[in-house]
């Protein structure tokens, strides 16, 4: 069983105690220790069930590496799955539980999977769910969605807030071990500001577990003193609880900090994103040990060596009483030493190389007492909930059982792999290291950023110097690089000299026993979380998945959630000895970020809830709000669709708007309408080239429709431009479309026509616009009293400056409703105000404030388009019977060449109609009209489609506007329109206009 | 004019929050006009600083003495900032000094929303939504920075106590006041500038 | 994400402040031009593995256009000018022949 030593545990506090709760069960901890940690100390080794098979999974790993210890962390709107344990800082009050299992984890009813296994190899899903066809929706998909996911998803909304925040520095260290901590204060030392992460809450990494001294001091020492030189500099910032999760272009790194997953009580955001722009980047992102490929290998009790020496180490938790130690290289016998002087058993240190000189960690297994049995392998894990013993078998043979040995945990260690994860992410490429049997960076060919350079160098273990005296020279030299890279002189140190025992050279081994045989290899596991055997690798070779991309996406090796960081190089091994091939000619899988899970709140930041996106506001927002207003959303804009009263519903508020503005008095909030200022001796004939009409021609006081148009010949824009002076027009936009046309005018004047003397500014806020329609719209404006509001004074399409019941105001009289209408500027400053003193003093006279809706059906009565109903960035002005807003006079304006291209000319292009249904009901929007015959694909041919649909209270019946093939020629003719709702819509193509064609209402 | 402008109103009515790890202030209607034209000409350079009272600003640089200054907003644009109250003299003096060049003056005073952002935190609180090198020795007191906050365009510049004057447009008043309040949450110091 | 410094105001910042905007160099076709004129205008566009040139704008900034010279494949910038041109400046080309010599784009090399 795993416990808590008495003694050992040098990240504990242990005059903390804390209490946690998993799967309900109350279990005891100290202040320092991982959820990882803890569970073991509390002898719970399992600690969830694999993907596929169910079967019993316990914990491999002690840090990001860790593929089998996920767990559902917290409750309610804290709870999220697939959290590491390895990675878990325990705090008092944890409750975490177990996933991927039904009903219970001791019993699980999906193990049944497991003596499956053999008939679930790889690419079973694909070659399984094909036949019957019918059997796809009903049969095979609930099986798998059942199946499929780790973990729940949460359903109570994320209570936690999450921030973003940019940093800038010249050189960033990612990875706070030895090599990281040299690296960065080498760099400081030049003078560059540096900024070291580490993904951890301690300094040092591994090297305080492993040993060895730093110019003769314990590396503790070492690690304690950089730390507090490196907090003494003014120019270098650390964070820990940072993990670096990604590299990108151009020197940018995401940073992922956990600030209280450790302690969820602590006021402030959960995580923050870092968003670093570096100069130089340097990886000191360490090691990660592989396992070795055995029958049984992932039985509870299985784990890294280094992950059991960390245990002791760190923690002060023995994974088991008797630990067989199996390896290909030196390293794992310091778990052996550990072990033992933790006064725990080690039966047997099964080595895999055959005996040869003898290496210092030899000579002092054999000091100590203990038993190696050089060219061995293990032939089976024995054992099932738990590891109780192991049988020992030769190296190079076949599997034939030697030897059995009774024991409760095996450390194995199959070599180590330097994370190259963040050099790889931006394009960094690798070597392949024989000696060591890794891919290492290839110096040579780092990412390269703005300026054409490398701007990622390796450090440490992480280029492949897995000694210490080797990493800190590698370190020092990293630092001096990055440094200068950076732009720094690098002040002339000498790196410090690590001591370590000498090693004997590891002996890559990629099955164990080399001979396995079939039975053996489909037990042999690669990927733990994936559920992915070396027999699944090999058969993906033998059925042509000889590409490493294709065998991953086959096998599903290397694509749970550790992202294969245990499977990667045995799994390309596997494939390379299946395909004969060497192994760097197989290649690696891509790396993608993030290095592990980041949450989605972190990506998000800020962007929740009230600011998820930037709501804009019109001065009247708030009354709007208060007096029942339904929003609609215009952009990012919100506008009233209607305001709906008491007792109401939506649609008999709409009904009401446009029943009381056609015939007492309506008041629109028009702020949003964009507002831009052209100005200068060349507006006139920059708006000539923008607008299809003739606005130079236009007489100040004047006001003009105009349509705007793409190179493409589309339209994109339209609304009344105003003649203010000589030199200045006021163009108004479409609602959220100022900023889009501004920079329209922009572009064309800055890298077009840079030559004309035209400045544009968007004043589109600078004003609360109000439009006072209906047929008391001029009494309310005499009430209020001011400027001359009369026919005579301010004729249709004329505008003036003025003054209305004491507000400075600039009056358009304009229409897009068909009634007596005047649009009214004031600044928005006032604009709450001068609404206040309308609804006051149009109270006599019946106003009540409209929505969009009412807007919609007033224009539609009218036949007047509107941008994205009646356009959808594929009509053209001419589509639109607009050809009296097309100036005929002009040589050139935008869209005027494409206009004439053959397919734009082509008479079979749909015509804007009008559109009664024959019944008085309201077309379904979006309807296509049915034609003659079928279409290539079968389908029935269509011949038209409503582009705009209201119930017309004024008419009484339902209205539309279409796009009808030939549609002007056919006036009166009845076409149809199957609708989704089953019926067919009998519709008769009429004049667009509906409503007071001669125009005599807005004309008084 | 000054009955219109005790009518005026800010876009928050003067919002301000202080219960996190910086203060956070709307602030009262400012003048601003923004004036475009040929930065070189000498007509415009006298219109912008003889209403403003304060020395023409080099390429993104402000130069601002209580609620007048002037802000270079692009190599053909200045923002002119005076006394909202002056607005309308101010212009019709600019007019005045621009004679017939080519140039535009426009009032955008009540087109924005000014907000400060004050105390030792307000450099990091600001680091959170903008794309921008916030140290002491690279944004310092004097510049102008046109860039985003989270997801709109926005203009700041700091004075020597990290006192920061931020302008939005009017209709985005309310989430930019929403995202600083978030940033300046309690709890959320960063201590990196 | 790349970082581009606007010639226009001197920034140098990263691309949420800018918006691409597509070919640099277009020459526009208007009325009268011939088919092949206005179809190569419109809709052929330059798609290179290697030397390119872009317009850009400062959209989150000063609101000005202008040009960058850029490897499509490293991502590498080779310089930004002013968009008041209707070729690339002398010195970008000198720099994208120091760094790719052969390079040919359109008519330019």
């Known amino acids: ?1004 | 004019m000054s009955e219109q402008a005790t009518l005026s109103q800010t876009a928050l009515g003067g919002a301000r929050y202080d219960a996190g790890i910086a203060t956070i202030v709307e602030a009262p209607l400012q003048g601003m006009i923004t004036l475009r034209g040929d930065l070189a000409s000498a007509k415009v350079k006298n219109a912008a600083t003889g209403v403003a009272g304060v020395d023409m600003p080099g390429q993104r640089q402000v130069n601002c003495v209580e609620q007048s200054g002037i802000a270079w907003m692009s190599p053909d644009e200045l923002l002119v900032l005076c006394p909202y109250a002056d607005v309308a003299a101010n212009m019709a003096k600019m007019q005045k000094t621009l004679g017939k060049g080519h140039a535009l003056a426009v009032n955008v005073s009540d087109a924005r929303a000014m907000f400060h952002l004050g105390g030792t935190h307000a450099r990091d609180v600001m680091a959170k939504l903008a794309p921008v090198d916030l140290r002491r020795d690279q944004f310092t007191p004097g510049m102008i920075r046109r860039t985003r906050m989270a997801q709109v365009a926005a203009a700041f510049w700091v004075d020597g106590d990290d006192r920061f004057s931020i302008i939005c447009f009017r209709s985005q008043a309310q989430y930019v006041f929403d995202l600083l309040k978030i940033a300046a949450q309690p709890g959320s110091e960063v201590g990196h500038i | ?109």
């Open chain 3, 1 to 109: 994400m790349l970082i581009l410094t606007c010639p226009m105001c001197g920034v140098t910042a990263e691309e949420t402040e800018f918006h691409g905007g597509g070919e640099a160099h277009l020459k526009r076709f208007g009325p009268g031009s011939s088919e092949d004129e206005f179809e190569g205008y419109l809709f052929m566009r330059e798609n290179p593995k290697g030397v390119h040139f872009e317009r850009w704008r400062h959209a989150n900034g000063c609101g000005k256009w202008f040009h960058a010279a850029r490897c499509t494949t490293t991502l590498e910038v080779f310089g930004t000018y002013a968009a008041q041109t209707y070729e690339p400046p002398a010195e970008i080309k000198a720099v994208i022949s120091d760094k790719r010599p052969g390079w040919r784009w359109r008519e330019h090399s």
């Open chain 1, 1 to 1004: 069983m795993s416990t808590r030593l008495a003694t050992g545990g040098r990240l504990l506090t242990k005059d903390k105690p804390v209490t946690f709760r998993f799967n309900g069960k109350q279990l005891r901890g100290y202040e320092g220790d991982t959820l990882a940690s803890a569970l073991l100390a509390n002898d719970q080794m399992l600690v969830g069930r694999s993907f596929k098979y169910h079967r019993p999974r316990g914990i491999v790993a002690s840090g990001a590496e860790e593929p089998n210890g996920l767990v559902n962390m917290g409750d309610e709107g804290k709870f999220e799955p697939n959290q590491r344990v390895t990675t878990t800082e325990l705090f008092d009050g944890l409750s975490a539980t177990s996933q991927n299992h039904w009903p219970s984890l001791e019993f699980d009813v999906g193990v049944i999977n497991k003596y499956m296994s053999r008939f679930m190899p790889a690419g079973f899903y694909y070659k399984t769910f094909m036949y019957p066809r019918a059997f796809w929706k009903h049969v095979y998909e609930p099986f798998i969605r059942q199946a499929a996911g780790l973990g729940k998803a949460p359903k109570a909304r994320d209570v936690d807030t999450y921030e973003h925040y940019h940093a800038f520095c010249d050189v960033l260290v990612i990875g706070g071990g030895v090599a990281g901590l040299l690296a960065a204060k080498t760099a400081a030392q030049s003078g560059a500001k540096v900024m070291l992460i580490e993904q951890t809450a301690h300094w040092g990494g591994r090297a305080p577990v492993d040993g060895g001294t730093v110019d003769g001091d314990p590396v503790e020492d070492f690690v304690e003193k950089t730390v507090a030189e490196l907090a003494s500099m003014e120019n270098v910032t650390l964070r820990n609880r940072t993990m670096g999760a990604g590299v990108y272009d151009h020197g940018y790194v995401l940073g992922y900090e956990r600030l209280t997953d450790h302690a969820p009580e602590a006021a402030g955001p959960r995580h923050r994103l870092w968003r670093v722009r570096a100069g130089h980047i340097i990886t000191a992102t360490g090691a990660i040990e592989r396992p070795l490929s055995f029958a049984g290998n992932d039985i509870p009790g299985v784990m890294l060596a280094s992950a059991v020496r960390d245990y002791v180490a760190n923690w002060g938790v023995s994974i088991g009483d008797r630990t067989v130690i199996v390896t290909n290289n030196d390293d794992a016998y310091l778990t052996a030493f550990a072990l033992k002087f933790a006064g725990l058993e080690v039966p047997a240190i099964v080595d895999a190389r055959p005996a040869g000189d003898e290496s210092p960690a030899m000579a002092q297994a054999k000091a100590l007492g203990l038993r190696v049995l050089h060219g061995h392998g293990i032939a089976k894990v024995k054992g099932n909930k738990r590891v109780t013993g192991v049988a020992i078998c030769a190296q190079a043979g076949e599997g034939a059982v030697l030897e059995e040995i009774t024991c409760d945990a095996v450390a194995m260690s199959g070599g180590w792999s330097p994370v190259v994860h963040l050099w790889s992410h931006c394009g960094g490429k690798l070597a392949w290291d024989d000696a060591q049997a890794f891919f290492k960076p290839d110096r040579d060919k780092a990412p390269t950023g703005a300026d054409g350079a490398g701007f990622v160098t390796a450090a440490g273990a992480a280029s492949g110097a897995l000694i210490l005296s080797d990493a800190l020279g590698d370190a020092h030299a990293a630092g001096q690089a990055a440094a200068k890279a950076a732009g720094f002189t690098a002040r002339k140190t000498k790196a410090p000299k690590g001591e370590t025992p000498a090693e004997a050279p590891m002996l890559p081994v990629w099955m164990m026993p080399q001979g396995a045989s079939a039975p053996l290899r489909a037990k042999a596991w690669l990927d733990y979380q994936n559920d992915v055997k070396v027999s699944d690798v090999q058969l993906a070779a033998r059925e042509g998945f000889e590409s490493v991309e294709h065998a991953k996406r086959y096998t599903t090796l290397g694509m749970a959630t550790d992202q294969g960081k245990l499977s990667n190089i045995n799994g390309l091994a596997t494939l390379a000895g299946a395909l004969d091939t060497p192994i760097p000619q197989v290649g690696t899988t891509t790396f993608r970020p993030p290095y592990t899970p980041i949450s989605m709140g972190a990506i998000g930041g800020e962007a929740r809830a009230e600011v998820f996106q930037p709501i804009r506001r019109t001065p009247m927002h708030d009354w709007h709000d208060t007096n029942g207003a339904d929003w609609e959303p215009v952009g990012h804009w919100r506008r009233p669709y209607a305001f709906v009263r008491d007792g109401e519903s939506t649609h008999d508020a709409v009904m009401r708007e446009v029943v009381n503005t056609r015939q007492n008095l309506g008041l629109l909030d028009a702020s949003t309408l964009g507002k831009l200022v052209v100005k200068g001796p060349d507006a006139g004939k920059f708006l000539d080239m923008l607008y299809t009409n003739m606005m130079s021609t236009l007489k100040p006081g004047k006001c003009r429709y105009g349509l705007m148009c793409s190179e493409n010949g589309f339209l994109i824009d339209d609304g009344v431009v105003a003649r203010i002076d000589e030199d200045t027009f006021l163009c108004h936009t479409t609602t959220g479309g100022a900023e889009r046309i501004h920079g329209h005018m922009e572009e064309w004047l800055q890298t077009e026509w840079w030559d004309w003397k035209v400045y544009v500014a968007n004043v589109t806020e600078q004003y609360a616009q109000v439009a006072v329609v209906g047929p008391n719209a001029r009494k309310v404006l005499e009430k209020l009293g001011g400027m001359d509001v009369s026919k005579e004074a301010l004729g249709f399409m004329e505008w003036a400056d003025g003054e209305i019941g004491g507000f400075k105001a600039r009056v358009y009289r304009i229409s897009f409703s068909g009634e007596l209408s005047y649009e009214i500027a004031v600044d928005a400053g006032q604009g709450q105000a001068f609404w206040d003193a309308l609804m006051a003093a149009g109270a006599e006279f019946g106003a009540m404030p409209y929505g969009t809706e009412c807007l919609h059906i007033l224009r539609a009565e009218k036949g007047f388009i509107m941008i994205g109903d009646e356009t959808d960035g594929t009509i053209i002005p001419q589509d639109l019977g607009l050809n009296w807003a097309i100036s005929k006079k002009k040589e050139d304006y935008l869209g005027k060449r494409a206009q004439a291209r053959s397919h734009m000319t082509d008479p079979e292009r749909w015509k804007l109609v009008g559109l009664e249904t024959v019944d008085g009901s309201t077309l379904p929007d979006g309807a296509y009209a049915a034609g003659e015959g079928v279409n290539a694909n079968g389908q029935r041919n269509v011949i038209g489609r409503v582009t705009s649909t209201y119930h017309s209270p004024t008419l009484g019946r339902g209205i539309a506007m279409g796009l009808v093939l030939h549609g002007p020629d056919r006036m009166g003719e009845v076409i149809s329109f199957p609708g989704t709702d089953g019926k067919t819509y009998e519709a008769r193509i009429v004049d667009p206009v509906f409503y007071d064609k001669e125009g005599e209402k807005q004309n008084v």
